[in-house]
């Protein structure tokens, strides 16, 4: 059981990366909200892979096509879509597959793909093409239901942005050092290559090229900021706003770590330095540091909620690896083939907001 | 909605800090399993303030009363308690509680704690006495339920175990450097204070110590290792292995950071070095490293699991903090009475085990 | 996994006949409602054992003991109770059990009581004394939870009432029949025998009476009727009112069937009989008749919720039954000791209000 | 919140009498399970409308699109799929809907339909074409879903059937009366008229037929059984076979009451007559009579399930009825347009076994 979450706004994602089709059905969307398609296919395209050298040559128009739940306005101009209260599906037909590319692998596993332990926990009958429902393919029907959060956030006054904290050891400027003002927190995130600091991205690229040139890849942190949540939205222990975040960004490929305001970083700190003081500015009880990224006790602040994803290096790499043979049970050299990443983190930066929004939206709508 | 989680084992966690007493109830223990209580006792004295320097000088006896769920085995020496498939309910009586050191606090919220985001939530309601149900003091009945898990999992081969990986700068070894045998692997996490490397350990103490002095706190990362687990546990996307866990931590209040293997480290990484290749080990598939933490695509690889948790500094200080006063909206200098850990790092070791514990115990039991 | 429902109000019951107490988590209560003590425990009496004839002579006081999630308002009169915000548990301790009553039934189970079941699906180690977890005495905490469900409804100007709609082949009146202004709908529900038509209460005693002289039981039916609810609870499929309803009515032991409105009555009806048209009355859209019992499409229409539980006859009966020794694996002739009720269904009627009242508050809450 | 359910097998049904597509995503397949799609499509047709004069004449082929989930085995002869573990999704496209029929029912509610409390709960924006996801036609994916969860059983030695009991006041025999070996199980459910006796069949159908002819619609009863059941599936309370099949079974839309075995007749029953004596029957422990129909405590005894499900009269009639425009808020006369089945209960006997098997796969499965 994998593929179902959500309390008010549920999410049931599908499909395999060389299936039929791939897509998400979303239970909860209130009837009467209305939806732009534009916007939510302008957000999809920003994880689709562009053609640029630090993304796979894959081709993937990920064009969803909605089977329920939305009604086209036929009054409106462009495509404007009326949730009825019905669950929304959409489906994304996967087209562009090459599966002769993983026959291959059938028996010999991807270190650091989930090849082995499918194979286990399947018995050998996962679908292995492209990844099979592991694929970070599986990502575009949750930027999907991200995106249907995302507007529906945006028309409660929550924003939502993230931006490429880091690749490699080239760090951005962190959103906790910028205003958030809503210019600010969407400027990074709608860059072709979403960075604060042009400069510092420019490095990034340059070492994703550096890593693919040599057939490697690298790993990076997607930082993420929610601006204009009311304070009170969460619950103590299981149900906090850090639980269902965190729970939300696991679910996509790579993730390895997970950290809200200072993190780690709060581990090495005092308390003298890491409290938050309170103050009142413009009549309202806001904090002055946000070490704790906008949520205390599971519950939010009213500050801006910060959380930062770790994402490990693609594990597709063109370098000769170390394998065993399930079948014949021998040691053996593995060489992927194939168009991948050499740096995931560029695409993960969409895919981590639809999570975030997802998460938030099923508080919000409790 | 808040207390309650899990598919397979379910735990509804009750009580506030100074309510008549706290307690849990585990739900899906398979009938005839039999418990010896000392164990559990003794795990749950881990938690229990100790009267050390680096606890708080509370004295909670913690001793949970068994209120259904459990059989006493009348033939067997000892107290052995034989699961009959109903709920297990525990409760631990509230005593010591010195309710009056919190009047102070009724509208004047502390800094980094969740005062202020539960009187929004609560709308003025919650019981503030000692944190209510936002309590470090709610982690007892959390180990209880954890203490149960351990059982039922080390009876299954599996082992659990945590130590101290830092307080402030200072680092003890991580268990990616150390033999993971059982021994390896219990060593650390029993001694009353927790740690591989003794010199590391003292080091914190005097950290601890120097903070504690000044009216600071400091704050610290638990690492987690489970060793004998199979491979083929957890699923993709939403219910992974790194889902539920990290759900489960968040649970722990404090707890800003999780990060599986190597984590963020796994950010400034390159593919070339971060994969874990595969090899036969006395005819067994295992990976050569373990970077990933013994988990992939959300599903257990056979290799230990590796985890840990960014604590923050106890957010009560004895220093002076600044504060808004919630009723007459002014601006206040407020210092918290009362009892408190200087870091809570130490006490919560046993924390991080029982969370992961339940975790994988929901999972084994699918 | 048994003892844990609802979305918005969640309920975890637990304990044994036998245990050292019996208990409920009620989660989700919002903060603040004030809940006087006194009509709660009004309302737990009606399910108590009165001494009467028609119930077993077992004394249970049921005196609930609050754990947590309720603070007692010091300044207020009378017991009275304002809600915190965390899971509310309520505890009842075991009393005047005689467990060796059940000692010749450890290996052969009593006719359609669960004895058999449990005993395979527990292995054996379930608790047999008094019938362990599948006690009736388990409705207890469940009028716990449903007394303060009734008052979070009451105060939202939703009631519920519920009476003795049959006793074997005796009849009262239905709800359909009658004026369902809040007088009428309490007046039957809070009598000792809670009946509409005095004289079929009488004869439903003569009944009881009866059969008990005979060492045999008698089984009936409950009616529920709930007034004030607004249109528009409930979802279509697996979550509508029917649904939900029906899930909590059978987890009251005996039920072994739900209906609503006319329900099997509708089966032998035609369209244009069945129907429920709509009407202007004093401005508001009603249905002339109420056949579909206030749902439609799992839905509330507005109209009052009636439904009613058929209970089958208590299985514990004086005569000589047939039943298998589990161990000896042969025949064997069965004679049921101890004190039991010829005729649940009197002290069912609360039962069946708290489970009604528990699945509607949570759809309240969404 | 209103389309998913299930903890092992996860269904979340989708779509409205007229959007692009219905559908479903059933999660929770074991990986490695070989399903023939000819039984399954067979099992659907069995729920598509016959054109007979008992149905409507709208055409429905209902064909399913397989998206996900299932792999084609090449090397097998015929339409042979393989579960891969991957959550399985199958579409059905809508054709022959004609929307103008429904334009006149915006605001004029047909009695007894959803359509009331859907205005009032989607605030006028449900799909109102065809019912919108009220329609019956939803239950095209339940079969979908029933029919894999049907094929799992069957591989598993557990057998589901049901068959017409009774239409009007006209009764087929009940499976309680006759030996449930598989033939006699199957022999009634596959016909195309799913009745036992054929001369109660036949009186049926002249009583539909009767019904149309006067523009009236009819109720009837459905009857399931289900063989082969291991002892020991279920939970008490909540979770018992009585509250998930309950739940499943209201998802059918005119289902208005559920009983199990005797059911409501057990309510005017004595405890000497309705309980269950054990026996030995080949070496197994079986009960003589199975008035529980195959449950007690909410848990399987290994005797078969006996569930009846009782439908109301189509609401759809051809006869003029009272409404109210919900725009002028003023009474009117309406007169619903479109074809429908006069008595929907021959094509709900599959939609029952596929409910029934949902519940019963969802156990099996833990």
Same mark, same amino acid.
């Given at each position: 059981m994998s593929s179902e979450t959500g309390k008010n706004i549920k999410i049931s994602v599908f499909g395999q990366s060389h299936s039929e089709a791939i897509g998400v059905v979303v239970d909860g969307i209130p009837a009467g909200e209305s939806f732009d398609l534009a916007p939510v296919l302008e957000f999809?395209?920003?994880?689709? +892979?562009? =053609?640029?050298?630090?993304?796979?040559?894959r081709k993937e128009t990920d064009e969803p096509e909605i089977l329920s739940g939305l009604l086209r306005d036929e009054k409106a101009e462009g495509e404007i879509y009326v949730s009825c209260g019905a669950p929304v599906c959409a489906v994304i037909r996967n087209r562009d597959t090459r599966s002769a590319d993983y026959e291959n692998l059938r028996f010999v596993p991807r270190p650091s793909h989930a090849d082995y332990p499918a194979y286990i926990k399947y018995k050998g009958f996962n679908d292995i093409r492209g990844g099979g429902q592991f694929s970070g393919r599986l990502t575009a +029907?949750?930027?999907?239901? =991200?995106a249907l959060c995302i507007e529906l956030l945006k028309k409660r006054g929550i924003n939502v942005g993230a931006h490429i904290f880091s690749v490699g050891d080239i760090r951005d400027k962190s959103f906790e050092t910028v205003d958030l003002s809503l210019n600010e927190l969407k400027a990074a995130s709608l860059k072709e290559f979403p960075v604060i600091e042009e400069e510092a991205g420019e490095r990034m690229r340059e070492l994703i090229a550096e890593a693919k040139g040599r057939g490697d890849s690298v790993g990076g942190i997607v930082e993420c900021a929610v601006t204009g949540l009311p304070a009170g939205l969460g619950d103590p222990m299981f149900d906090g706003v850090e639980n269902k975040v965190s729970r939300m960004l696991f679910a996509i490929p790579a993730v390895k770590g997970v950290e809200f305001g200072d993190g780690f970083g709060l581990s090495s700190s005092f308390g003298s330095l890491a409290n938050d003081p309170y103050e009142l500015r413009e009549g309202k009880i806001l904090t002055k540091t946000n070490h704790n990224g906008g949520i205390l006790g599971g519950i939010t602040t009213g500050m801006p909620l910060i959380v930062r994803a770790a994402f490990k290096p693609t594990p597709s790499i063109a370098l000769s690896q170390d394998s065993v043979d399930l079948l014949s049970m021998k040691e053996e050299k593995l060489t992927v083939k194939g168009r991948h990443d050499p740096c995931i983190v560029p695409r993960a930066v969409p895919c981590v907001e639809a999570a975030v929004a997802i998460a938030l939206c099923d508080l919000m709508l409790s």
């Open positions: 999809m395209k920003r994880r689709a +892979p562009s =053609g640029k050298a630090y993304t796979t040559m +029907p949750l930027c999907f239901a =991200g």
